[in-house]
């Protein structure tokens, strides 16, 4: 079993690393949308595009390659420090209670665990590649979108070159999925690691559990579940069949499928029940203040999941208009136009203006809900320091960003 907390913070320093290209991607797109230069005639213009565009894809992969190579020794760590994480958790009961049990990993759990990593880390270049090739697309996009709105007449050639490199920094890199389905690489990434963490976790959890004969489970529980989680959380259920105190394990909270206990992004584990000797973790009272509206926003009373949404919302523009201001800079020093400068400087400090305001806004409302302002889920570039922290590393454009805030009031 592995706790809510564990879960919510093991994949930050991995994240880290793919917060790099995604911010690489954004820029390099910038870089080569300026690079594109004057549109005369139109199929001068395709072929040009056509070749910048196949430049930008080797950059992708050199990037892919270094990146993943990295990571994939991280992911290793995070799945073997799970394992033993959770191994510990569910034998607390019977080691309270003196009974003398072995806490090593058997053959069987070892076997799971190693076809875990290897799933994830496949997982994940899956994704990172997929994102290599979206954002081809999204060069082309943007490109075309700049040559359209500037022979129209209704854009200057400056003004469709800007609207192009914000265009293209809002969508950033993305993995797509079936029936045309996309979502960010930073949120793809984190909800593939998150689940293949639960997943495995709770593999080896079923085979300890086998193994010491085990009847019931009892769940997680955290502040904040989705709804239709927090129906299940915090009970205990029996394995196989059901009686009338415990119903049945799967049935209740549909283990195994991607909407139910550890699928897609749930911060729930669960971890072995012995009826006698172990203590219910949960109180109906606890759980019943978990489910509370408790928190005053904007005139309503709102619930600890309400908060979380309002909150992720916050995160996800705040990142977006910092892939904007990164790829505006990057613009800006690779274009030796002075005119062009100066008109994406403009909108430089517009979304400087508008990042400091939502940057207050949300540490207001993480004070006015009690909520904890977690500055790594705000960060667009991010990596470990010697002391094992997580801090942003793209301090010139943040700076610029504060100066033209400041230049602007």
């Known amino acids: 079993m592995l706790t809510p907390e564990y879960l919510n913070s093991c994949t930050d320093y991995l994240l ?74 569910d034998a607390q009961p019977l080691l309270k209670a003196g009974c003398d049990i072995d806490l090593k990993l058997s053959p069987a759990m070892n076997q ?107 769940t997680t529980a955290h502040a904040g579940a989705r709804p239709s989680h927090a129906e299940w959380q915090g009970r205990v259920f029996k394995i196989h069949g059901s009686s009338p105190d415990y119903p049945n394990f799967v049935d209740s909270t549909g283990y195994g499928s991607g909407s139910g206990l550890c699928g897609w992004n749930c911060r729930h584990s669960f971890y072995p029940y012995w009826p006698g000797i172990s203590s219910p973790a949960y109180s109906n009272e606890r759980l019943a203040e978990y489910d509370r509206a408790k928190y005053s926003y904007n ?11 309002i909150q992720r919302a916050y995160e996800r523009e705040i ?28 909108d430089f400090t517009s979304e400087s203006v508008k990042l400091k305001k939502k940057e207050r806004e949300l540490k207001n409302f993480c004070n006015d809900t009690n909520r904890s302002y977690d500055s790594a889920r705000t960060q667009v570039v991010a990596y470990k320091d010697s002391e094992g922290r997580i801090v942003n590393f793209g301090r010139s454009t943040a700076q610029k960003a504060v100066w033209a805030n400041k230049k602007s009031n």
């Open 16 to 89: 880290g690393m793919y917060d790099a290209l995604n911010q690489s991607i954004a820029e390099d797109i910038a870089r080569r949308i300026v690079k594109t230069g004057k549109m005369t005639d139109s199929a001068k213009w395709q072929v040009k595009q056509l070749r910048e565009n196949g430049e930008l894809m080797q950059d992708i992969v050199k990037d892919v390659a270094r990146i993943s190579g990295k990571s994939q020794n991280e992911v290793k760590r995070l799945f073997q420090d799970s394992a033993r994480t959770g191994v510990r958790y």
């Open 112 to 218: 799971v665990l190693e076809a875990a990593i290897a799933k994830t880390n496949g997982n994940i270049r899956n994704l990172t590649m997929t994102t290599g090739s979206t954002t081809g697309g999204l060069y082309l996009e943007a490109t075309n979108l700049a040559y359209m709105k500037a022979t129209s007449g209704g854009f200057s050639y400056y003004e469709a070159i800007r609207e192009a490199i914000k265009q293209a920094a809002k969508d950033g890199g993305y993995v797509l999925y079936g029936k045309g389905n996309r979502s960010q690489l930073d949120v793809a990434i984190r909800r593939s690691v998150l689940t293949g963490l639960n997943q495995t976790a709770g593999k080896l959890t079923e085979l300890y559990a086998e193994d010491m004969d085990v009847e019931y489970y009892e």
């Open 299 to 309: 005139g309503d009373m709102l619930t600890d999941y309400e908060c979380s949404q």
């Open 319 to 346: 990142r977006e208009i910092k892939r904007i201001l990164s790829s505006y800079d990057a613009a800006m020093q690779e274009s030796r136009s002075e005119a062009q400068i100066q008109c994406i400087q403009e």
